[in-house]
């Protein structure tokens, strides 16, 4: 499995249970970070304070490091990098050689995320795709696909958000327990499960 992530923290907010969930099966699972967004830390923060807080949240998940890549583009500004971005998502079809491609969500209003949607799309469109949910940044989601997940992924999930503490320091109430857990409730209810992440099925192949 590869996981595209616009920035640190959107993989482990998006999908971070079903990564948990995947590795626990076997499942090889790489994870790529677009952008360690440094205009998005506090004030007097180290610019590589969210990659090592990517570093440590994938380290708890369980992404072995050599599966783990940060790229370094300007948060907010992929668009002016969208040639680029799509040349490094040929070249990681082609080193990681995934099954399936997560990534944001069609209907994501971020522009880093409309970015990697499309790009990542493009570049695996004749792959299975899903994309996972930023309820933060959607107006509309279909959620069409689900991963039904015991509380020892949710907890996984939990404690690697824990690592963003810059993040955690800007209140940021999509870090909080009682919202993850109360939309991998609500999922759950809709799979007939406790907990469940939803997904957008943007392509299967089987």
């Known amino acids: 499995m590869l996981i595209l992530a616009p920035h640190t923290d959107d993989a482990?907010?998006?999908?971070?249970a079903t990564i948990a969930?995947?590795?626990?099966e076997g499942v090889r699972v790489t994870v790529a970070a677009f952008s360690t967004a440094v205009e998005s830390l506090p004030a007097g923060s180290p610019a590589d304070r969210l990659k090592l807080e990517f570093l440590a949240a994938m380290d708890?998940?369980?992404?072995?490091?050599?599966?783990?890549?940060?790229?370094d583009y300007p948060v907010r500004k992929l668009s002016y990098f969208r040639q680029d971005v799509l040349e490094e998502l040929v070249r990681l079809k082609q080193q990681v050689s995934p099954n399936a491609v997560f990534l944001p969500s069609g209907t994501d209003l971020h522009q880093d995320h409309q970015v990697l949607f499309n790009e990542g799309l493009r570049a695996f469109k004749h792959m299975t795709v899903w994309g996972y949910e930023l309820p933060w940044n959607h107006i509309n989601f279909?959620?069409?696909g689900f991963v039904t997940l015991e509380q020892r992924?949710?907890?996984?999930?939990?404690?690697?958000l824990q690592a963003y503490t810059s993040q955690i320091e800007l209140d940021r109430p999509y870090f909080s327990r009682a919202f993850v857990e109360g939309l991998a409730r609500v999922r759950?209810?809709?799979a007939r499960c406790e907990?469940?992440?939803?997904f957008?099925?943007?392509r299967i192949r089987i």
């Open 12 to 16: 482990e907010l998006g999908c971070g």
């Open 21 to 24: 969930r995947l590795l626990d």
């Open 60 to 71: 708890t998940l369980g992404v072995p490091a050599e599966d783990v890549i940060v790229y």
């Open 142 to 144: 279909s959620a069409n």
């Open 153 to 160: 992924h949710l907890d996984r999930k939990l404690a690697a």
């Open 188 to 190: 759950g209810v809709q």
């Open 195 to 198: 907990f469940a992440e939803a």
């Open 200 to 202: 957008e099925v943007l």
